[in-house]
Protein backbone atom coordinates (compact mmCIF):
# COMPACT_ATOMS: atom_id res chain seq x y z
CA UNK A 1 0.00 0.00 0.00
CA UNK A 2 0.97 3.55 -0.65
CA UNK A 3 1.76 5.17 2.73
CA UNK A 4 2.02 9.04 1.18
CA UNK A 5 -0.44 11.65 1.92
CA UNK A 6 -0.77 14.66 -0.49
CA UNK A 7 -1.79 17.12 2.31
CA UNK A 8 -2.42 19.74 0.09
CA UNK A 9 -4.93 17.39 -1.96
CA UNK A 10 -6.11 16.32 1.27
CA UNK A 11 -6.72 19.94 2.70
CA UNK A 12 -8.60 21.38 -0.61
CA UNK A 13 -10.79 18.37 -1.12
CA UNK A 14 -12.11 18.46 2.77
CA UNK A 15 -12.08 22.07 3.37
CA UNK A 16 -15.73 22.42 3.16
CA UNK A 17 -16.78 19.72 4.36
CA UNK A 18 -14.65 20.36 7.29
CA UNK A 19 -16.92 23.76 7.29
CA UNK A 20 -20.27 21.53 7.65
CA UNK A 21 -18.54 19.07 9.94
CA UNK A 22 -17.58 21.68 12.29
CA UNK A 23 -21.24 23.10 12.55
CA UNK A 24 -21.97 19.67 14.49
CA UNK A 25 -24.76 18.25 15.35
CA UNK A 26 -26.51 20.30 17.77
CA UNK A 27 -27.64 22.51 14.61
CA UNK A 28 -30.67 20.26 13.85
CA UNK A 29 -32.04 21.15 17.28
CA UNK A 30 -33.51 24.06 15.77
CA UNK A 31 -35.55 22.27 12.98
CA UNK A 32 -38.99 22.78 14.55
CA UNK A 33 -39.34 26.63 13.63
CA UNK A 34 -38.37 26.48 10.06
CA UNK A 35 -41.64 24.19 9.62
CA UNK A 36 -43.16 27.47 10.02
CA UNK A 37 -41.14 29.02 6.77
CA UNK A 38 -43.37 30.35 4.18
CA UNK A 39 -43.55 29.18 0.34
CA UNK A 40 -40.90 30.83 -1.65
CA UNK A 41 -42.89 30.07 -4.68
CA UNK A 42 -44.86 27.22 -5.92
CA UNK A 43 -45.06 23.73 -4.37
CA UNK A 44 -43.19 21.15 -6.14
CA UNK A 45 -44.83 17.87 -5.33
CA UNK A 46 -46.68 17.17 -8.31
CA UNK A 47 -44.34 19.25 -10.42
CA UNK A 48 -43.96 18.82 -13.80
CA UNK A 49 -41.40 20.84 -15.75
CA UNK A 50 -42.19 22.79 -19.64
CA UNK A 51 -41.10 19.89 -22.20
CA UNK A 52 -37.40 19.61 -23.15
CA UNK A 53 -37.20 17.94 -27.02
CA UNK A 54 -33.50 17.78 -26.24
CA UNK A 55 -32.07 17.77 -22.97
CA UNK A 56 -28.86 19.49 -22.60
CA UNK A 57 -26.58 18.12 -19.52
CA UNK A 58 -23.68 19.63 -17.76
CA UNK A 59 -21.67 16.93 -15.70
CA UNK A 60 -20.05 18.16 -12.46
CA UNK A 61 -17.17 15.22 -11.10
CA UNK A 62 -16.60 12.48 -13.55
CA UNK A 63 -14.02 10.55 -11.07
CA UNK A 64 -16.00 7.76 -9.59
CA UNK A 65 -19.57 7.95 -10.13
CA UNK A 66 -19.62 10.41 -12.58
CA UNK A 67 -18.17 8.36 -15.64
CA UNK A 68 -21.18 5.63 -15.51
CA UNK A 69 -24.17 8.09 -15.37
CA UNK A 70 -22.33 10.14 -18.28
CA UNK A 71 -22.11 7.41 -20.27
CA UNK A 72 -25.62 6.15 -20.25
CA UNK A 73 -27.28 9.70 -20.42
CA UNK A 74 -25.34 10.19 -23.69
CA UNK A 75 -26.52 6.99 -25.50
CA UNK A 76 -30.21 8.32 -25.21
CA UNK A 77 -31.74 9.75 -28.13
CA UNK A 78 -32.78 13.69 -27.73
CA UNK A 79 -29.61 14.20 -25.50
CA UNK A 80 -26.45 16.02 -25.44
CA UNK A 81 -23.84 16.82 -23.44
CA UNK A 82 -22.87 20.27 -23.25
CA UNK A 83 -20.38 20.41 -20.44
CA UNK A 84 -17.86 18.66 -18.04
CA UNK A 85 -16.20 19.92 -15.11
CA UNK A 86 -13.87 17.86 -12.65
CA UNK A 87 -10.68 19.15 -10.30
CA UNK A 88 -8.82 17.29 -12.49
CA UNK A 89 -8.24 18.25 -16.05
CA UNK A 90 -7.13 14.20 -17.32
CA UNK A 91 -10.47 13.21 -16.11
CA UNK A 92 -12.26 16.14 -17.79
CA UNK A 93 -10.74 15.75 -20.79
CA UNK A 94 -10.66 11.61 -20.86
CA UNK A 95 -14.27 11.80 -20.35
CA UNK A 96 -15.11 14.29 -22.69
CA UNK A 97 -13.11 12.23 -25.41
CA UNK A 98 -15.21 9.49 -24.61
CA UNK A 99 -18.60 11.12 -24.79
CA UNK A 100 -17.83 12.17 -27.85
CA UNK A 101 -17.88 8.83 -29.56
CA UNK A 102 -21.33 7.77 -28.05
CA UNK A 103 -24.74 8.37 -29.51
CA UNK A 104 -24.75 9.05 -32.92
CA UNK A 105 -21.88 10.71 -33.64
CA UNK A 106 -23.63 14.38 -33.56
CA UNK A 107 -25.18 14.81 -30.65
CA UNK A 108 -22.27 15.58 -28.00
CA UNK A 109 -19.41 17.31 -30.25
CA UNK A 110 -19.41 20.59 -28.94
CA UNK A 111 -18.58 19.96 -24.49
CA UNK A 112 -16.68 22.73 -23.27
CA UNK A 113 -14.20 21.22 -20.46
CA UNK A 114 -13.62 22.84 -16.96
CA UNK A 115 -10.67 21.64 -14.78
CA UNK A 116 -8.35 23.23 -12.69
CA UNK A 117 -10.36 24.78 -9.61
CA UNK A 118 -12.35 24.55 -6.61
CA UNK A 119 -15.20 27.17 -8.22
CA UNK A 120 -14.75 25.99 -12.16
CA UNK A 121 -18.05 24.87 -11.76
CA UNK A 122 -19.70 28.12 -11.00
CA UNK A 123 -18.08 29.75 -14.27
CA UNK A 124 -19.25 26.70 -16.15
CA UNK A 125 -23.03 27.49 -15.39
CA UNK A 126 -22.52 31.11 -16.40
CA UNK A 127 -21.42 30.15 -19.82
CA UNK A 128 -22.79 27.56 -20.79
CA UNK A 129 -26.36 27.48 -19.33
CA UNK A 130 -27.26 23.76 -19.14
CA UNK A 131 -31.10 23.03 -19.25
CA UNK A 132 -29.95 20.01 -16.37
CA UNK A 133 -26.84 19.82 -14.04
CA UNK A 134 -25.99 16.51 -12.56
CA UNK A 135 -23.86 16.88 -9.40
CA UNK A 136 -21.84 13.38 -8.57
CA UNK A 137 -19.05 15.06 -6.22
CA UNK A 138 -17.90 14.82 -2.40
CA UNK A 139 -21.18 14.89 -0.40
CA UNK A 140 -20.04 18.72 1.55
CA UNK A 141 -20.59 20.23 -2.49
CA UNK A 142 -24.20 18.72 -3.14
CA UNK A 143 -25.93 21.37 -1.64
CA UNK A 144 -23.96 24.31 -2.90
CA UNK A 145 -23.84 23.03 -6.68
CA UNK A 146 -28.11 21.91 -6.81
CA UNK A 147 -28.53 25.38 -5.52
CA UNK A 148 -26.45 27.24 -7.86
CA UNK A 149 -27.29 25.47 -10.25
CA UNK A 150 -31.23 25.95 -9.82
CA UNK A 151 -30.70 29.73 -9.60
CA UNK A 152 -28.83 29.93 -12.97
CA UNK A 153 -32.20 28.01 -14.15
CA UNK A 154 -30.93 24.63 -14.40
CA UNK A 155 -33.11 21.30 -13.23
CA UNK A 156 -30.40 19.84 -10.53
CA UNK A 157 -29.99 16.22 -10.17
CA UNK A 158 -27.19 15.33 -7.38
CA UNK A 159 -25.90 11.64 -6.13
CA UNK A 160 -27.04 11.11 -2.14
CA UNK A 161 -26.91 12.42 0.25
CA UNK A 162 -28.88 15.63 -0.94
CA UNK A 163 -27.39 17.94 2.07
CA UNK A 164 -25.70 17.80 5.19
CA UNK A 165 -27.52 19.86 7.19
CA UNK A 166 -31.32 20.41 8.00
CA UNK A 167 -30.25 24.28 7.05
CA UNK A 168 -28.62 23.71 3.56
CA UNK A 169 -32.14 21.29 2.74
CA UNK A 170 -34.47 23.81 3.71
CA UNK A 171 -31.83 26.10 1.23
CA UNK A 172 -32.50 23.10 -1.64
CA UNK A 173 -36.38 23.52 -1.24
CA UNK A 174 -37.05 27.14 -0.51
CA UNK A 175 -35.11 27.20 -3.88
CA UNK A 176 -36.62 24.39 -5.92
CA UNK A 177 -39.76 26.29 -5.52
CA UNK A 178 -38.28 29.69 -6.34
CA UNK A 179 -36.82 29.09 -9.14
CA UNK A 180 -39.68 26.18 -10.47
CA UNK A 181 -36.68 24.15 -11.14
CA UNK A 182 -36.66 19.98 -10.63
CA UNK A 183 -34.29 18.87 -7.67
CA UNK A 184 -34.15 15.21 -7.54
CA UNK A 185 -31.85 13.56 -5.26
CA UNK A 186 -30.96 10.27 -7.38
CA UNK A 187 -31.76 7.43 -5.35
CA UNK A 188 -31.13 4.83 -7.45
CA UNK A 189 -31.87 1.84 -5.49
CA UNK A 190 -35.49 2.88 -5.80
CA UNK A 191 -34.98 1.36 -9.37
CA UNK A 192 -33.54 -2.36 -8.45
CA UNK A 193 -35.84 -5.08 -9.74
CA UNK A 194 -36.56 -6.57 -5.87
CA UNK A 195 -37.81 -2.69 -4.56
CA UNK A 196 -39.72 -1.97 -7.98
CA UNK A 197 -41.46 -5.52 -7.34
CA UNK A 198 -42.30 -4.67 -3.87
CA UNK A 199 -43.84 -1.32 -4.42
CA UNK A 200 -46.28 -2.90 -7.03
CA UNK A 201 -47.31 -5.49 -4.90
CA UNK A 202 -47.55 -3.03 -1.89
CA UNK A 203 -49.87 -0.76 -4.57
CA UNK A 204 -51.86 -4.10 -4.95
CA UNK A 205 -52.28 -3.97 -1.50
CA UNK A 206 -50.94 -7.96 -1.00
CA UNK A 207 -49.51 -7.75 2.27
CA UNK A 208 -52.38 -5.71 3.41
CA UNK A 209 -51.75 -2.09 5.33
CA UNK A 210 -47.98 -1.25 6.00
CA UNK A 211 -47.12 -1.49 9.38
CA UNK A 212 -43.34 -1.84 9.78
CA UNK A 213 -39.64 -1.09 7.29
CA UNK A 214 -36.61 -2.32 7.76
CA UNK A 215 -33.86 -0.24 5.67
CA UNK A 216 -29.83 -0.17 5.84
CA UNK A 217 -26.92 0.54 3.80
CA UNK A 218 -24.34 -2.43 5.22
CA UNK A 219 -21.40 -2.46 3.17
CA UNK A 220 -17.92 -2.72 4.09
CA UNK A 221 -15.93 -0.09 2.71
CA UNK A 222 -12.65 0.04 4.74
CA UNK A 223 -10.49 -0.39 1.50
CA UNK A 224 -11.64 3.30 0.55
CA UNK A 225 -9.04 4.36 3.40
CA UNK A 226 -6.57 3.89 0.49
CA UNK A 227 -8.04 6.26 -1.78
CA UNK A 228 -5.63 9.03 -0.33
CA UNK A 229 -5.29 11.16 -2.86
CA UNK A 230 -8.55 11.01 -5.26
CA UNK A 231 -11.79 9.34 -5.18
CA UNK A 232 -13.88 8.45 -2.55
CA UNK A 233 -11.72 7.41 0.61
CA UNK A 234 -9.79 10.85 0.44
CA UNK A 235 -12.73 13.11 1.41
CA UNK A 236 -15.40 10.44 3.11
CA UNK A 237 -13.07 9.23 5.98
CA UNK A 238 -12.91 12.30 7.62
CA UNK A 239 -16.50 12.00 7.97
CA UNK A 240 -15.85 8.94 9.95
CA UNK A 241 -13.65 10.38 11.66
CA UNK A 242 -15.73 13.77 12.91
CA UNK A 243 -19.85 12.47 12.48
CA UNK A 244 -20.93 9.93 14.66
CA UNK A 245 -24.99 8.97 13.41
CA UNK A 246 -26.11 7.61 10.23
CA UNK A 247 -24.15 8.85 7.40
CA UNK A 248 -26.01 7.30 4.22
CA UNK A 249 -29.41 6.49 5.14
CA UNK A 250 -31.13 6.75 1.28
CA UNK A 251 -30.23 3.54 -0.14
CA UNK A 252 -32.34 1.75 2.32
CA UNK A 253 -34.90 4.15 3.32
CA UNK A 254 -35.33 5.86 -0.08
CA UNK A 255 -38.01 2.38 -1.60
CA UNK A 256 -39.35 1.52 2.11
CA UNK A 257 -40.43 5.35 2.02
CA UNK A 258 -42.31 5.08 -0.94
CA UNK A 259 -43.83 1.65 -0.23
CA UNK A 260 -45.18 3.69 2.87
CA UNK A 261 -46.36 6.58 0.89
CA UNK A 262 -44.72 9.03 3.07
CA UNK A 263 -44.70 12.36 2.06
CA UNK A 264 -47.62 11.50 0.19
CA UNK A 265 -51.24 11.51 1.13
CA UNK A 266 -50.92 8.88 3.61
CA UNK A 267 -48.37 9.67 5.70
CA UNK A 268 -45.40 11.39 7.13
CA UNK A 269 -42.05 10.91 9.04
CA UNK A 270 -42.67 12.20 12.67
CA UNK A 271 -39.78 11.38 15.16
CA UNK A 272 -36.58 9.66 14.90
CA UNK A 273 -34.25 7.95 17.87
CA UNK A 274 -30.57 7.00 17.13
CA UNK A 275 -27.80 5.21 18.31
CA UNK A 276 -24.05 3.89 17.70
CA UNK A 277 -22.22 1.65 18.75
CA UNK A 278 -18.77 1.91 20.11
CA UNK A 279 -15.96 3.41 17.06
CA UNK A 280 -13.15 0.87 16.51
CA UNK A 281 -13.12 -0.54 13.45
CA UNK A 282 -11.74 2.32 11.10
CA UNK A 283 -9.26 3.22 13.91
CA UNK A 284 -7.74 -0.47 14.43
CA UNK A 285 -8.16 -0.39 10.12
CA UNK A 286 -5.55 2.53 10.04
CA UNK A 287 -3.67 1.36 13.14
CA UNK A 288 -2.71 -2.04 10.98
CA UNK A 289 -2.62 -0.90 7.88
CA UNK A 290 -0.46 2.68 7.72
CA UNK A 291 2.65 4.07 9.90
CA UNK A 292 1.89 5.58 13.16
CA UNK A 293 2.84 9.67 11.58
CA UNK A 294 0.63 8.84 8.62
CA UNK A 295 -3.13 11.38 8.34
CA UNK A 296 -5.75 8.58 8.88
CA UNK A 297 -3.53 7.65 12.74
CA UNK A 298 -3.87 11.19 13.01
CA UNK A 299 -7.87 11.50 13.10
CA UNK A 300 -10.02 10.55 16.44
CA UNK A 301 -12.50 8.59 14.84
CA UNK A 302 -15.74 9.23 16.23
CA UNK A 303 -18.36 7.59 14.34
CA UNK A 304 -19.81 4.40 15.49
CA UNK A 305 -19.08 1.32 13.53
CA UNK A 306 -22.54 0.66 13.10
CA UNK A 307 -25.81 3.17 13.83
CA UNK A 308 -29.10 2.03 14.28
CA UNK A 309 -31.83 4.64 14.06
CA UNK A 310 -36.14 4.36 14.51
CA UNK A 311 -38.39 6.41 12.88
CA UNK A 312 -41.70 7.00 14.24
CA UNK A 313 -44.00 8.19 11.42
CA UNK A 314 -47.27 10.62 12.02
CA UNK A 315 -49.54 7.50 11.85
CA UNK A 316 -47.47 5.05 14.58
CA UNK A 317 -45.61 3.19 11.82
CA UNK A 318 -41.73 2.40 12.33
CA UNK A 319 -38.96 2.27 9.98
CA UNK A 320 -36.11 0.72 11.23
CA UNK A 321 -32.56 1.94 9.33
CA UNK A 322 -29.15 0.75 10.34
CA UNK A 323 -25.56 1.85 8.45
CA UNK A 324 -22.53 0.08 9.01
CA UNK A 325 -19.98 0.59 6.10
CA UNK A 326 -16.89 -0.31 8.68
CA UNK A 327 -17.66 -4.11 10.39
CA UNK A 328 -17.19 -7.31 8.07
CA UNK A 329 -19.92 -8.68 7.29
CA UNK A 330 -22.01 -9.63 3.97
CA UNK A 331 -23.37 -6.58 2.01
CA UNK A 332 -27.60 -5.75 2.94
CA UNK A 333 -30.11 -3.22 2.23
CA UNK A 334 -32.40 -5.14 4.55
CA UNK A 335 -35.79 -3.81 2.12
CA UNK A 336 -38.55 -5.42 4.69
CA UNK A 337 -41.72 -4.06 4.71
CA UNK A 338 -44.01 -5.73 7.26
CA UNK A 339 -47.89 -5.42 6.48
CA UNK A 340 -51.51 -6.67 8.05
CA UNK A 341 -51.09 -9.49 5.57
CA UNK A 342 -47.95 -10.60 5.09
CA UNK A 343 -44.07 -9.16 4.88
CA UNK A 344 -41.63 -8.84 2.24
CA UNK A 345 -37.98 -8.97 3.06
CA UNK A 346 -34.92 -8.79 1.09
CA UNK A 347 -30.95 -10.20 1.45
CA UNK A 348 -32.18 -12.57 0.40
CA UNK A 349 -35.71 -11.64 -1.77
CA UNK A 350 -38.02 -13.72 0.14
CA UNK A 351 -42.02 -13.66 1.08
CA UNK A 352 -44.35 -14.50 3.44
CA UNK A 353 -47.96 -14.31 3.18
CA UNK A 354 -50.96 -14.83 5.34
CA UNK A 355 -52.33 -18.10 3.98
CA UNK A 356 -49.26 -18.48 2.46
CA UNK A 357 -47.90 -17.86 -1.10
CA UNK A 358 -49.83 -19.81 -4.02
CA UNK A 359 -47.28 -23.20 -5.15
CA UNK A 360 -44.59 -22.17 -2.81
CA UNK A 361 -45.69 -22.32 0.70
CA UNK A 362 -48.57 -23.40 3.26
CA UNK A 363 -48.42 -20.30 5.81
CA UNK A 364 -47.10 -17.32 7.05
CA UNK A 365 -44.69 -19.51 9.18
CA UNK A 366 -42.52 -20.48 6.03
CA UNK A 367 -39.85 -18.13 3.48
CA UNK A 368 -41.06 -18.33 -0.25
CA UNK A 369 -37.54 -17.53 -2.33
CA UNK A 370 -35.09 -18.74 -4.31
CA UNK A 371 -36.71 -20.79 -7.48
CA UNK A 372 -40.00 -20.53 -5.39
CA UNK A 373 -40.37 -17.02 -6.29
CA UNK A 374 -40.53 -17.53 -10.06
CA UNK A 375 -44.50 -17.33 -10.50
CA UNK A 376 -43.98 -13.93 -8.16
CA UNK A 377 -42.10 -12.31 -10.08
CA UNK A 378 -44.07 -13.52 -13.21
CA UNK A 379 -47.15 -11.93 -11.93
CA UNK A 380 -45.82 -8.54 -10.07
CA UNK A 381 -42.76 -7.49 -11.65
CA UNK A 382 -42.85 -3.85 -12.15
CA UNK A 383 -43.84 -2.48 -15.61
CA UNK A 384 -41.50 -0.55 -15.60
CA UNK A 385 -38.49 -3.04 -15.08
CA UNK A 386 -40.16 -4.99 -17.45
CA UNK A 387 -39.94 -2.21 -20.19
CA UNK A 388 -36.60 -1.36 -19.47
CA UNK A 389 -34.41 -4.30 -17.66
CA UNK A 390 -32.85 -4.69 -21.23
CA UNK A 391 -32.06 -1.20 -22.14
CA UNK A 392 -30.55 -0.52 -19.00
CA UNK A 393 -28.02 -3.78 -19.02
CA UNK A 394 -24.87 -2.40 -18.21
CA UNK A 395 -25.40 0.74 -17.42
CA UNK A 396 -24.05 -0.06 -13.44
CA UNK A 397 -25.48 -1.73 -10.30
CA UNK A 398 -27.69 -4.47 -12.37
CA UNK A 399 -29.26 -2.37 -14.40
CA UNK A 400 -30.68 0.29 -11.74
CA UNK A 401 -28.76 3.26 -12.51
CA UNK A 402 -29.96 3.28 -16.18
CA UNK A 403 -33.55 2.82 -15.53
CA UNK A 404 -33.12 5.99 -13.08
CA UNK A 405 -31.29 7.47 -15.84
CA UNK A 406 -33.80 6.61 -18.57
CA UNK A 407 -36.93 8.04 -16.13
CA UNK A 408 -34.94 10.92 -15.95
CA UNK A 409 -34.61 11.95 -19.50
CA UNK A 410 -38.45 10.96 -20.29
CA UNK A 411 -39.83 13.13 -17.33
CA UNK A 412 -37.90 15.99 -18.65
CA UNK A 413 -38.68 14.99 -22.33
CA UNK A 414 -42.44 14.36 -21.77
CA UNK A 415 -42.73 17.15 -18.95
CA UNK A 416 -43.87 15.23 -16.50
CA UNK A 417 -43.28 15.27 -12.60
CA UNK A 418 -40.11 13.26 -11.92
CA UNK A 419 -40.31 10.12 -9.44
CA UNK A 420 -38.83 11.49 -6.83
CA UNK A 421 -39.45 14.98 -5.91
CA UNK A 422 -37.38 17.44 -3.78
CA UNK A 423 -38.91 16.91 -0.71
CA UNK A 424 -38.51 13.28 -0.07
CA UNK A 425 -34.97 13.77 -1.26
CA UNK A 426 -35.02 16.46 2.06
CA UNK A 427 -36.84 13.72 4.26
CA UNK A 428 -34.48 10.73 3.55
CA UNK A 429 -31.47 12.97 3.61
CA UNK A 430 -32.59 14.71 7.00
CA UNK A 431 -31.99 11.24 8.72
CA UNK A 432 -28.33 11.83 8.79
CA UNK A 433 -28.50 15.10 10.89
CA UNK A 434 -31.33 14.16 12.93
CA UNK A 435 -29.12 10.81 13.80
CA UNK A 436 -26.05 12.82 14.68
CA UNK A 437 -28.31 15.52 17.04
CA UNK A 438 -30.26 12.50 18.38
CA UNK A 439 -26.69 10.31 19.15
CA UNK A 440 -25.00 13.29 20.88
CA UNK A 441 -28.15 13.75 23.36
CA UNK A 442 -28.46 10.14 24.50
CA UNK A 443 -30.72 9.00 22.38
CA UNK A 444 -33.54 11.96 22.27
CA UNK A 445 -36.45 12.01 20.01
CA UNK A 446 -35.59 14.78 17.21
CA UNK A 447 -38.47 16.05 15.35
CA UNK A 448 -38.29 15.80 11.07
CA UNK A 449 -39.47 19.54 9.65
CA UNK A 450 -42.08 19.38 7.07
CA UNK A 451 -39.97 20.27 4.22
CA UNK A 452 -43.56 20.74 2.67
CA UNK A 453 -45.34 22.67 4.73
CA UNK A 454 -48.30 20.48 5.35
CA UNK A 455 -48.84 19.77 1.63
CA UNK A 456 -48.02 16.35 1.27
CA UNK A 457 -51.60 15.48 2.90
CA UNK A 458 -52.39 16.51 -0.85
CA UNK A 459 -49.55 15.19 -2.34
CA UNK A 460 -50.45 11.70 -4.61
CA UNK A 461 -48.94 8.81 -4.43
CA UNK A 462 -45.74 7.72 -6.53
CA UNK A 463 -47.98 5.96 -9.60
CA UNK A 464 -47.41 2.27 -10.52
CA UNK A 465 -45.17 3.47 -13.72
CA UNK A 466 -46.09 1.52 -16.78
Known sequence: MSNNLNRRNFIRKTSLAGAA?????????TTVEYSERPFMHKYMGGFAAPKLETVRAAFIGVGNRGPSHLKFFAGLPGTEV?????????????????AKKIGNGK???????????????RTMLDEVKPDVVFVITNWANHAPMVIESMKKGAHAFTEVPMALTIDETWDIVDTSEATGKHCMMMENVNYAREELMYLNMCRQGVIGEPLHAEAAYIHELRFQMEEQDRFTGSWRTPHYAHRNGNLYPTHGLGPVAQYMNLARTEDNFGTLVSYST???????????????????????????????????????????????????????????IQGTKGILAGFPTRIALEGGVEGATENHH?????????????????????????AAKGSGHGGMDGIMMYRIVECLQKGLPLDQNVYEGAFWSAVSPLSEASVANGGMPQAFPDFTRGNWTSTEPLKIIS
Open 366 to 390: QWAQGEQLAAIYEKYDHPLYKRLNQ
Open 107 to 121: QHQNIKLYYGGENKW
Open 82 to 98: VAICDLYEDLAKKWGDE
Open 21 to 29: LSMGPLMSQ
Open 278 to 336: PARGRKSYAEKNYPADHNWNKLDFKGGDLNTSIVKTHLGRTIMIQWDETSPRPYSRHNL
